[in-house]
């Protein structure tokens, strides 16, 4: 397949708003594309190189793409710096010039999907001294045989500002339609996506071996799984009531989220984030103790990473534990500020799928594989049958400093990707209104007002995500808890996100100054849930008066964006909807 073809197909997602046209659009491109091509159009459209674990960055500055349309269309670099300027968007600048080049074709040779995608590969494997030069002429030559709609999306893929708003829900739906006609098997190639963690192999695997090669896919090692994620109740009598009537209960320790590949023959340790981003290097400490500490050959096991001090017993706070994803400055907080892993689930054992199996089961198997006294440890449980042994423990790991507890489900096997309730979160804050926070994504910024003119930033749009429509729905404007520092922050980041109108997975009636491709999620607190006629979160799409939620007083907590969290894993529609509903009962009980 041509790359002028998939240019083409990218201006169409561009131009619509409508998800339903986005899936046909995928469809049409997958159908058309051949079957070593998938792969590298799967990848491409989600604006990588290959799945998050991989961390492959392509590191063009923008200085240097700026060069590189200079160079490719026989213009001075200030004049492409000045439309870049005024477009605010690189790729409508490198298309500008390659519409009027002072230079002939270098080629008359066309790029296919896959030349680009390589030699997009090719420059982001390049190191070292001269590294920037040998990047700067591999774009070149990508420009020189682009024509100008080509080159728009060759300049945005190489700095990473592709936006199409295409979500892994959209592109599923478009493989199921591509390959079956129908949206229907979306749900066995999401149960594919869950067990591999990597979206381009599901593509890739359908592509080659059709609907029978997908229904075989089987969990790998070093293939990181998406993790199981927990509902929320406010009590302990709903939580029990909701698990059958019993159930274990573990420590909730707010810490790093972390899964453990372990091949100790191989003396190989991977470790993966929540997001399924590699931290292996972050954690050093942790792979020694996986190699030396559990006893299994090959294992994945998942757990939450956490400083605590062996000595007083503390468990150190998140913004301490959250200081070690970073590059530079291991060793030394390694030793400074060691973490330990609580593990609570496993997942896989010397090459037998775990999942399926009871938690009951899973968890005295890990149990069983873990050394005692570690630095991997098991995370402290106990099995309950009143709600007042639940809130006698809950009340005792809140006064350890934790978190609070999640309830488990002894019978349930282990849901990857999803939130089910055979797992129910109970945090120190639910007992009240809304004192619990919530995770929202930034959908777009309004300009500063008054005293934050100077600032050209004045708050936010945010929304939560609604799984089922794989769309961005509005709950509030945030304009409280924000310092200095932060708006200007804020004003930076969200510049370089910014788009012209509204992301086509975006479902708002407002419109703030600036939109932005939903991409962060920042962390909020809030007085109350409330029904309100200007939000589309939980507002039924077939035209009904019938209110939406939002939120009454929010305000931004911490120091701004939740790094561990994509997009789609923010707070969901369903929670907001679910949260709403165990506020209005805890009201009803506090007049009774």
Same mark, same amino acid.
């Given at each position: ?46 604006g *990588?190189?290959?799945?998050a674990? !991989? ?11 700026e &060069? ?11 004049? %492409?710096?000045?439309?870049?300027k ?8 490198? !298309? ?19 030349d680009?995608?390589?030699s ?12 920037? @030069? ?7 030559e990508?420009?020189?045989? *682009? ?17 199409l ?14 390959? #079956? ?53 406010? #009590? ?28 100790r ?12 981003e ?7 400490e ?9 006893? &299994?050959?090959?294992?994945?096991? !998942? ?22 994803? $970073? ?41 069983? =594989? ?8 098991? *995370? @402290? ?30 019978r *349930? ?28 994504? =930034? ?7 008054g ?16 799984e089922?429509? @794989? ?16 708006? $200007? ?26 939109? %932005?491709?939903?991409?962060? %999620?920042?962390? %909020?607190r809030? @007085?109350e ?32 964006? $939740?790094a ?7 707070? #969901? ?20």
């Amino acid at each position: 397949m041509l790359f002028e073809e998939v240019a083409a197909c990218y201006d169409k997602l561009e131009g619509t708003s409508s998800r339903l046209a986005m899936i046909d659009i995928l469809t049409e491109l997958f159908r058309k594309a051949g079957k070593d091509e998938v792969r590298n159009l799967i990848y491409m459209s989600q604006g *990588s190189l290959g799945p998050a674990y !991989e961390a492959l960055q392509l590191g063009i500055a923008e200085k240097f793409a700026e &060069a590189a349309i200079a160079s490719a269309t026989g213009f001075e670099k200030a004049q %492409v710096h000045d439309a870049y300027k005024k477009s605010g968007d690189m790729g409508i600048a490198a !298309e500008e010039f390659a519409k009027k080049t002072r230079l002939k074709r270098m080629s008359k040779r066309k790029f296919s999907v896959n030349d680009i995608f390589e030699s997009m590969l090719r420059i982001a494997g390049t190191a070292g001294q001269g590294s920037q @030069d040998t990047k700067i002429k591999m774009l070149v030559e990508m420009l020189a045989a *682009s024509t100008p709609l080509e080159a728009r999306y060759v300049i945005r893929f190489a700095l990473g500002q592709l936006r199409l708003g295409a979500g892994d829900a959209t592109i599923l739906e478009a493989l199921s339609k591509s390959a #079956t006609g129908e949206r229907e098997f979306k749900a066995q190639l999401e149960n594919a996506y869950n067990i591999c963690g990597d979206l381009g192999k599901v593509g890739d695997v359908l592509a080659r071996e059709g609907v029978k090669g997908i229904e075989h896919m089987k969990v790998s090692l070093f293939n990181p799984i998406r993790p199981e994620l927990a509902e929320r109740l406010p #009590t302990a009598g709903q939580i029990l009531e909701k698990m059958g009537g019993k159930c274990m209960v573990e420590s909730k320790y707010d810490g790093l989220r972390a899964q453990l590949h372990i091949d100790r023959k191989a003396k190989k340790v991977e470790i993966f984030s929540r997001n399924l981003e590699r931290l292996t290097e972050m954690f050093p400490e942790i792979v020694k103790a996986a190699l030396d500490e559990i006893k &299994a050959d090959k294992v994945i096991i !998942e757990g939450e990473a956490i400083a605590y001090d062996d000595v007083t017993g503390e468990f150190r706070p998140f913004q301490e534990t959250i200081q070690r994803k $970073r590059k530079h400055g291991i060793e030394e907080l390694s030793e400074s500020m060691p973490l330990h892993l609580f593990a609570f689930d496993l997942m896989y054992i010397d090459g037998e799928d775990w999942m399926g199996r009871p938690y009951e089961e899973r968890r005295k198997k890990l149990g069983s =594989i873990i050394k005692e006294g570690g630095r991997i440890r098991l *995370s @402290d449980s106990t099995t309950v049958t009143q709600p007042k042994q639940l809130d006698r423990y809950f009340e005792r790991m809140v006064g350890q400093g934790l978190e609070g507890i999640v309830a488990k489900d002894l019978r *349930s096997s282990y849901v990857a990707g999803a939130r089910k309730f055979s797992w129910i979160k109970l945090k120190r804050s639910y007992r009240g209104e809304l004192s619990d926070t919530v995770d929202l994504v =930034i959908l777009g910024y309004y300009l500063g007002r008054g005293m934050r003119a100077r600032f050209e930033f004045g708050g936010l749009l945010s929304g939560v995500y609604n799984e089922e429509r @794989d769309t961005f729905e509005t709950i509030t404007k945030i304009g409280t808890g924000f310092s200095e520092e932060l708006m $200007r922050n804020f004003k930076t980041m969200l510049d370089k996100i910014k788009v012209a109108r509204r992301p086509a997975r975006v479902d708002s009636l407002l419109e703030p100054d600036f939109w %932005v491709n939903p991409q962060y %999620v920042i962390e %909020v607190r809030a @007085d109350e849930i409330t029904r309100s006629p200007m939000h589309t979160c939980g507002k039924p799409g077939d035209g009904s008066e019938e209110p939406g939620y939002a939120l009454r007083f929010p305000r931004i907590i911490s120091n701004g964006v $939740r790094a561990d969290k994509r997009a789609e894993q923010a707070t #969901t529609t369903k929670e907001i909807i679910e949260m709403y509903g165990q506020q209005k009962k805890i009201r009803v009980e506090d007049v009774r």
